[in-house]
């Protein structure tokens, strides 16, 4: 599983990063065959509260499953996105079951 992360309007540090990464690779738990997972984070308006936007695109054969979420961290940003894209690989998985 590839991960890209991409930081607009701002560098993101290595902790950041490593954050990401761990999360991200808790979701290959919930489906095994992901090819790449892209993380876009943006600062929408500086200096106010619920400000940092994350997004989060999976990969998979056949689709492609997105979500997003405006928190005030990252973190947190990160945290309900794979908490959000853990109930659709699921719900991907069941589809593909029942075929």
Do not use: W
């Amino acid at each position: 599983m590839e991960v890209k992360i991409q930081s607009i309007h701002f560098d993101a540090t290595e902790q950041l990063k490593a954050f990401i990464e761990k999360k991200t690779a808790k979701l290959e738990k919930s489906y095994e065959d992901i090819q790449t997972v892209e993380v876009q984070l943006k600062v929408v308006k500086p200096a106010t509260a619920m400000n940092k936007e994350t997004s989060i695109t999976v990969m998979v054969p056949g689709s492609r499953l997105f979500v997003e979420k405006v928190c005030d961290t990252f973190e947190e940003g990160i945290d309900l996105c794979v908490d959000s894209l853990k109930v659709q690989l699921a719900k991907f998985k069941e589809k593909l079951r029942n075929r």
